[in-house]
């Protein structure tokens, strides 16, 4: 696939040492959709430029040459040079790598997240390893994070910067991963956007400015400016009504097909102005249910429903994983069984089933979820959106136990024939 063309590790942070007789260690990586392709390494004592044979490289399956120092003890600390290779537009993630389940997996935090007055680093970055090798390992097909509960308004810029390469290091290529970008400006989108693509991730998940609503003409701009920025990254379009203020228009959407980079879109609700659009885009861009939704969002339209969206995949991936086997399978009637009993577990998780009250307190609702499923330790909140009416966190941490019930049920068979 497209995406495994990409590096798939990062190869340094910080900036390296130039002292004059400071011996270190260069070492050459060609990469190719395969992996690695050739390493080598050399010592010296002064910062050396790329030599004539890889600055005139031209493989066809060539991505990208990089070369990076290294101190004594092997730590890569210096990115020297790099060279993209002509067809390196292979590694943007496309349309055709839309399937299956795309997990959302939340910021993991450390006590001190709770504190307004810290002003550290408080992310845990060993849980989120953990939780990213158990995600993959567990049968996921992508992952996006840094969306609402993924704490991409609330964090730090540093702590954005460790989360997302521990995220996308851990990943190292498996499976396709999109990290959240949006900001409030297009300046500050793109900067993140060249970050996350420089680590190697194959695409973004991007909603828009939020601070005012954004017209039409002005979403269909800022995609397209965005997309012609950071044209190595495939998007995945992030249209929550009430986060961005009003959802996107069937209209809109067909304008937005047009841009290629934007290849998929996290929606919610399947409903008339959901197959309206799915008419719109004409297949160039999909657009992803929540799981619980699949199987009628492929009533409408069989071919380009081929995937959905999981928050609750972060409450354990089974359930997910078997609701796509079936879908796979053609065993329509068993994954209507298994879909009714993935609605049943979220009856007590949306205040009142009114999604817009859900919308006030989606970061903690999701994150104590999550921590009382017991798959992911989310950690707390962080402020000020970390308070909650006690009632929906009784119902969020029922509706855990349901979905570790639905989990259990699919682990003993009960959807199997």
């Not at 270190?24 to 010296?44: A, D, N, P």
């Not at 990208?64 to 590694?91: H, L, S, Y």
């Amino acid at each position: 696939m497209a995406w495994h063309g990409r590096e798939v590790r990062t190869l340094a942070h910080g900036k390296g040492d130039q002292r004059p007789g400071f011996v270190v260690t260069v070492r050459w990586e060609v990469l190719h959709e395969g992996g690695l392709l050739s390493e080598s390494r050399y010592s010296m004592s002064k910062r050396p430029v790329a030599p004539s044979s890889l600055l005139s490289l031209d493989c066809s399956d060539v991505v990208a040459v990089t070369q990076v120092q290294e101190d004594t003890d092997g730590q890569c600390f210096d990115t020297i040079w790099r060279k993209v290779m002509p067809n390196a537009n292979k590694c943007r993630l496309t349309v055709a790598d839309v399937t299956g389940i795309w997990g959302i997996i939340p910021s993991c935090s450390t006590p001190e997240a709770a504190d307004p007055l810290y002003d550290g680093v408080a992310i845990d970055v060993e849980e989120t390893r953990r939780a990213v090798n158990q995600i993959i390992e567990d049968g996921v097909d992508a992952i996006l994070t840094n969306g609402t509960f993924g704490e991409e308004a609330t964090l730090t810029p540093e702590e954005w910067k460790v989360y997302v390469t521990a995220v996308v290091e851990e990943v190292a290529g498996r499976v396709p991963v999109c990290i959240g970008t949006t900001m409030q400006s297009t300046r500050e989108t793109i900067e993140r956007m060249k970050f996350v693509r420089d680590l190697g991730a194959q695409g973004t998940m991007l909603g828009r400015p939020m601070w005012c609503q954004l017209a039409p003409e002005a979403i269909v701009q800022y995609y397209r400016d965005v997309a012609e920025a950071v044209p190595e990254l495939g998007i995945v379009i992030y249209d929550n009504p009430e986060a961005f203020k009003g959802r996107i228009t069937p209209e809109t959407w067909g304008q937005l097909a047009e841009i290629p980079q934007l290849v998929a879109a996290k929606t919610i609700g399947v409903d008339d102005i959901y197959a309206r659009s799915l008419e719109a885009v004409k297949g160039r861009i999909r657009l992803l249910p929540l799981e619980r939704d699949w199987l009628k969002a492929r009533e409408i339209d069989a071919d380009v429903s081929v995937a959905a969206w999981a928050g609750s995949a972060s409450c354990g991936m089974a359930p997910c994983t078997k609701l796509r086997d079936l879908i796979t399978a053609g065993e329509d009637e068993m994954a209507q069984k298994l879909t009714d009993r993935i609605t049943w577990s979220y009856e007590t998780f949306f205040p009142n089933g009114d999604f817009r009250e859900f919308s006030k307190y989606n970061i903690p609702l999701e994150k104590e979820r999550f921590n009382a499923a017991g798959y992911i330790n989310a950690g707390p909140t962080r402020p000020p959106f970390d308070l909650m009416p006690k009632a929906y966190l009784e119902g969020t941490v029922e509706a855990a136990r349901r979905w570790n019930a639905v989990s259990d049920e699919v682990n003993q068979g009960s959807f199997d024939r």
